[in-house]
């Protein structure tokens, strides 16, 4: 599976941002489809997740209530809305796919495909 980020700029606090996944290679039939973030000097952070069928998601906390993921199997996308964007938003996004991810590892790094990142700036 190649997956391929792509969506992110520039943008003012407070803005939004949609962010694209497109996964090539193999359909994405069964696999959990996640963002995951990484800004200067800190670890990779779980953002958000989502299962095959789309009924199950997944958010990291800081950016619950703003963020929403979403899937269109039909195109192998997936997506991430971001809105009310804040400068601590600021990083570079990652996608990450797997299949046979149980719940407990939804929010860990061990993922086997990821794409290359996009990044979001965030001005305050």
């Known amino acids: 599976v190649q997956l391929q980020a792509c969506g992110g700029g520039l943008v003012q606090a407070g803005g939004s941002l949609r962010l694209s996944c497109d996964a090539s290679g193999r359909t994405l039939n069964g696999y959990t489809m996640a963002w995951f973030r990484q800004a200067p000097g800190k670890e990779r952070e779980f953002v958000a997740a989502i299962r095959w069928s789309g009924r199950t998601t997944y958010y990291g906390d800081s950016v619950k209530g703003r963020f929403t993921i979403s899937r269109d199997n039909a195109k192998n996308t997936v997506y991430l809305q971001m809105n009310s964007l804040k400068s601590d938003d600021t990083a570079v996004y990652y996608c990450?796919?797997?299949?046979?991810?149980?719940?407990?590892?939804?929010?860990?790094?061990?993922?086997?495909?990821w794409g290359r990142g996009t990044l979001v700036t965030v001005s305050s």
């Open positions: 990450a796919a797997d299949r046979g991810v149980i719940s407990s590892d939804v929010y860990n790094r061990k993922y086997s495909y």
